[in-house]
């Protein structure tokens, strides 16, 4: 059986385990520093298994020697957003928490990938990739999944269809300058631009782009991890099963859609090598622009944590 260990085993990381549990694709590890917490919510799902059919062997644990070969490490350890919060006043708090897990969890899985949720997302995904000095195929942050799912969502309820109809691309950094594309996302092949009305397509964009926050200020405290997990959960699936399955997801960029030395949101191929390949779409100018604007918000919160940290 492959191994996913988690750090961070609070709202994501739990409910992903539980996710990829339910898809019998590995043994997991709860890796939290609160004791007894990850060991207790590891026992109660190791317990969920018979229920369900799955078997898949689950444990919870304070110590970083639990997540010795694990074939996937996702990074889920750090303080969620409260109402009022950007992802980018986590930083400084997260840089700590994101660094350790990051090194700690190498030392006992040299050959692991890595899947990176913790806020800010594109820039705790370069603290990763840095620190430990892997090719940039082993880091992935999870953004665009769930981006992408959000704008489905809303797609499909305007348009009364399945959510399997639609397809959404939301690229960019995972911040409010995020780039939801209306040209290639489709409703069963018909651009999405040609097939909803202006009006009603422009409020989708604003809510996607305010999708996270919408749920931090309906919950008061905490944010959104039942989507978060679930698009994490199927990354995992794609690269452990090698599918070769393109997925928005952010990815080191040397020279793609213009962009160097930088996390960001772009279609990837994932699968057992990790991020094997970004996919660049043709862009118009107004596109352009939007990833510009975009990469410019991520650059400026990457030099924040370069202040921060020496890498
Ligand atoms: N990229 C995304 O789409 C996405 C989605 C959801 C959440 N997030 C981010 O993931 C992070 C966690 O969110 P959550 O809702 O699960 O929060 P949470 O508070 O429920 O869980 C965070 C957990 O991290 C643990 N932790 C703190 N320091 C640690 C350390 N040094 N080692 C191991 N564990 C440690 C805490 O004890 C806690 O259990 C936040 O930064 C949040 O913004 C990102």
Not at 148 to 159: G, K, N, Q, T
Not at 198 to 223: C, P
Request: aromatic share 4%; net charge negative; hydrophobic share 40%.
């Amino acid at each position: 059986m492959q191994k996913i260990s988690i750090i961070g085993a609070g709202m994501t990381g739990a409910t992903t385990a539980l996710w990829l549990a339910e898809r019998e694709l590995a043994d997991l590890v709860l890796m939290d520093v609160v004791e007894g917490m990850p060991q207790g919510k590891g026992l109660d799902m190791l317990e969920t298994m018979p229920i369900i059919g799955r078997d898949v062997e689950i444990v919870g644990s304070n110590d970083y020697a639990a997540t010795k070969g694990s074939d996937i490490i996702i990074i889920t350890a750090g303080l969620p957003r409260k109402p009022g919060m950007s992802r980018d006043d986590l930083l400084s708090a997260n840089a700590d928490i994101v660094g350790k897990a990051a090194t700690e969890t190498l030392k006992h899985s040299p050959d692991a990938i890595y899947v990176v949720l913790t806020n800010p997302l594109d820039t705790m995904a370069y603290l990763t990739l840095k620190l430990n000095k892997l090719p940039r195929e082993r880091v992935i942050g999870q953004a665009g999944v769930l981006d992408s799912a959000r704008m489905r969502a809303f797609v499909a309820h305007e348009a009364g269809l399945s959510v399997e109809n639609i397809q959404c691309y939301v690229l960019g950094g995972h911040g409010d300058e995020m780039v939801p594309l209306t040209r290639h996302s489709n409703v069963a092949g018909i651009p999405l631009r040609d097939y909803l009305p202006a009006d009603k397509l422009e409020a989708i964009i604003n809510r996607t782009r305010k999708g996270g926050g919408e749920i931090v200020n309906l919950l008061k405290s905490g944010s959104a991890y039942y989507a978060p997990s679930a698009a994490v959960a199927q990354m995992s699936e794609a690269i452990l099963k090698d599918k070769h399955l393109i997925l928005p997801c952010s990815a080191y960029m040397q020279g793609e859609y213009g962009l160097n030395d930088i996390f960001f949101g772009v279609p990837v191929k994932l699968g057992r090598g990790g991020m094997e390949k970004i996919v660049e779409y043709k862009l118009d100018a107004d596109e352009k622009a939007q990833f510009e604007k975009s990469a410019a918000a991520v650059k400026e919160t990457h030099e924040a944590l370069k202040k921060l940290v020496k890498i």
